[in-house]
């Protein structure tokens, strides 16, 4: 049996949906991987949650309500660098703070910290990655850990790893993505005679758009992911700005009825292509026909189609994007960084 | 740099099919994984190419045609044991034989000796492990070496890499997967109005049936591909008598039309069902609608659909079947073993 210490950073939906899958599968960890799980930190905007090494995982669940009350468990004032610990007591940190992919804090100084102090990482926030990829694999690289981000890279639909792990040995050719939700979702409601302020609108009171949708609406979310899945998997060298990217406020019903007349539907989509030994990568409104990998990817479901040189096109699709489908992403990580 | 020594047992399609695959991308596994891939030996069922340690494997493919003629590279009466070193020496065998899910010889004896020495085995031939899966398993768990069979559950396309890495911590609640190309050919063909005789004479004049087509048609390779996906994924204990099976050679077009007018297509899925806290695996032809993942692989695709209870539903499609894809994932697999 191996003990993992987790750190956790963030505990807004994704970090609380974390603690609670952490407590459900802990006996499948052990029974399974061999992995004992132990939530040794919970670190909020406010306060920390200092559970030691007690495995007591419910109790941390219960304390959702309480935090930043006058709980015991809950301190002020406990610094991150007292909980990374050295030698044996070393763990993962779980980074699942707000992405902000104009400065990538406040994930960037925790996986710094992180990795300087040869932490493992499991990240689900992007910015950081976004902002500083080369930096922080490097970073991992030359501490001896592991960098993981699949719950940055579209949550429980796993792109990363295929990438990485299935197709090991072909070269990729380019890659093509439904990587945000909420923007396939508005689409497809466009496709059905609804107009984009309504699609939104129905989005945003479905929970499934954030109240200030530029983020998705304008393709920086899949902008951020293509970029992350490009460089991990085809060993690009992308920065944001080197994303060419459009978002979906324009597109009108009439834009989508002549794709229609064409047998082809329009779809946001993140891509790498590969042409005459260059790489671009962009988001773009493209309308495809019912031969292409993602025709059928319809409503909030995400999906990414590798193109290669000696398997054919592999597409992967589905998986959850609520929460817990994040957190399942990152429990993954970590079990993968201990199987080595 | 590491060092792999290859011995690859079987030189049919597949096995001539690897060899140029490993002289193409030798530079490759150099430079992104570290790996100087080293064809040792070639077995074919009447003699043996013994490559020593030489790695101009552009000689092996040219020699192809040489193939149990006096040129000196060709020995007779090599033994596997002769070329199955120990210490350093070790390396993967790739077992590439036909596929014989009766006795799984002559694979099975090559496996065997392969893990009794110590040696990884990346399998392309099913009937071995349909057979002995859980001795076999065992064998290589015992000698702290792998057991990898992409190439014998449908080629290029990832499926248990997929189940077991991607799906890292999640519960498998069933399997659902189109894994023989052959057959959903004839259904989409059937689909389109052709008779069952004459979509398979069609398939079998393109080279993608085989003379004998009951290997496919009476869904056996689905049934050893749905076998060693759930034991391997999923942790159950079938043997080839627990499968359920039933081909496709009673469907008329008729049942087609029926299944049509419901806004359903008929397909041949191999599936591991999970109720009540029992599993049971079959290959079954069953009518699908719009909204199941495999509704729209059509033609020579294959695709496999992972429901789970933290991730969703996960499918993966594509991937080509040739000789070249199925050369490709046992390229990958050592890619991986050696990756660690």
Redesign the interface.
Known sequence: MHSVNIVLMGFGNVGKAFVR?VSD?QR??RD??GLELRLKAVFTSKSALYAGLRSDLKDVAELEKSEGSAHPAWKTGLKLEEVLTGGQDRGVLVECTPTDMRTGEPGLSHIRRALAKKWHVAAASKGALVLKFKELMKSAQKGGVRLKFSGATAA???TV??GV???????ILGIEGILTGVTNLILTRMEEGISFADALKEAQARGIAEPDPSLDVDGWDTAGKILLISNAVA?TDFSLSDVVREGIQGVTIDDIRTAKKEGKVLKLLGRLIREGGKDKADVKLIAIGKDH?L??VAGTNKAI?YFTD???????????SDP??T???L??D???IY??
């Open positions: 899958l599968k499948l960890c399974r991987y429980a639909l796993p790893d295929v792990l299935s197709l090991a040995g072909a070269e060993g990998p025709y059928h189609t000696t398997m054919g096109a592999i597409t992967v699709s589905g998986g959850k817990r489908g957190a399942a992403a429990l993954k970590i079990i993968n199987r080595g």
